[in-house]
T-cell receptor
Framework: AQSVTQPDIHITVSEGASLELRCNYSYGATPYLFWYVQSPGQGLQLLLKYFSGDTLVQGIKGFEAEFKRSQSSFNLRKPSVHWSDAAEYFCAVGAWNNNDMRFGAGTRLTVKP | DAGVTQSPTHLIKTRGQHVTLRCSPISGHKSVSWYQQVLGQGPQFIFQYYEKEERGRGNFPDRFSARQFPNYSSELNVNALLLGDSALYLC??????????????FGPGTRLLVL
């Protein structure tokens, strides 16, 4: 069965510091992996997605993620965090057509001034 | 262009009642998915519709049903509401046929409170 684990419930970083959010997945076939961000009271916005090819994926807002098949991981990174990055981040795995997409429980990011 | 819209934004119901939530996809998008997001958790997949046909269903009871109309808008219906149905219900639309990976665009959600 497919599933996603985000080990960190809450992370606090200082503005300007680097960020890494962890994501581990379980999927029987070729995984389609996604990172979404959700601000309070808002819907989800896609940051980036991975299907095949280069294992380092670039997304919007300066985010990137690296797919590591041997570790079943798809960690999200940003070299320098901005106060506006404070939000909830969700990792997800699913089929190519988003059918039965599975989300992790999310990681809440707090940015200290 | 307008994004995905959902109505109503907030809703309060009592146990046993029925509720209908509505979603209008982005113009040109033919696929609509519904998700339930309980407070403190990630979204859970409920349904996906494409061209008015159900293409996928998550692990939800038969009290949950949905349909898609010829204009690709969609309704999610929940019967015999339980307290545990209180959640944010998200709708997402996408345009199939782009190839590997359909980007889903999410609406702001409908927050349902069951008392």
């Amino acid at each position: 069965a497919q599933s996603v684990t985000q080990p960190d419930i809450h992370i606090t970083v200082s503005e300007g510091a680097s960020l890494e959010l962890r994501c581990n997945y379980s999927y029987g076939a070729t995984p389609y992996l996604f990172w979404y961000v959700q601000s309070p009271g808002q819907g989800l916005q896609l940051l980036l997605k991975y299907f095949s090819g280069d294992t380092l994926v670039q997304g919007i807002k300066g985010f990137e993620a690296e797919f590591k098949r041997s570790q079943s991981s798809f960690n999200l990174r940003k070299p320098s965090v901005h106060w506006s990055d404070a939000a909830e981040y969700f990792c997800a795995v699913g089929a190519w057509n988003n059918n039965d997409m599975r989300f992790g429980a999310g990681t809440r990011l707090t940015v200290k001034p | 262009d307008a994004g995905v819209t959902q109505s109503p934004t907030h809703l309060i119901k009592t146990r046993g009642q029925h509720v209908t939530l509505r979603c209008s996809p982005i113009s040109g998008h033919k696929s609509v998915s519904w998700y339930q997001q309980v407070l403190g958790q990630g979204p859970q997949f409920i349904f996906q519709y494409y061209e008015k046909e159900e293409r996928g269903r998550g692990n939800f009871p038969d009290r949950f049903s949905a349909r898609q109309f010829p204009n690709y808008s969609s309704e999610l219906n929940v019967n015999a509401l339980l307290l545990g149905d209180s959640a944010l219900y998200l709708c997402a639309s996408s345009y199939p046929g782009q190839g590997a990976g359909e980007t889903q665009y999410f609406g702001p959600g409908t927050r349902l409170l069951v008392l």
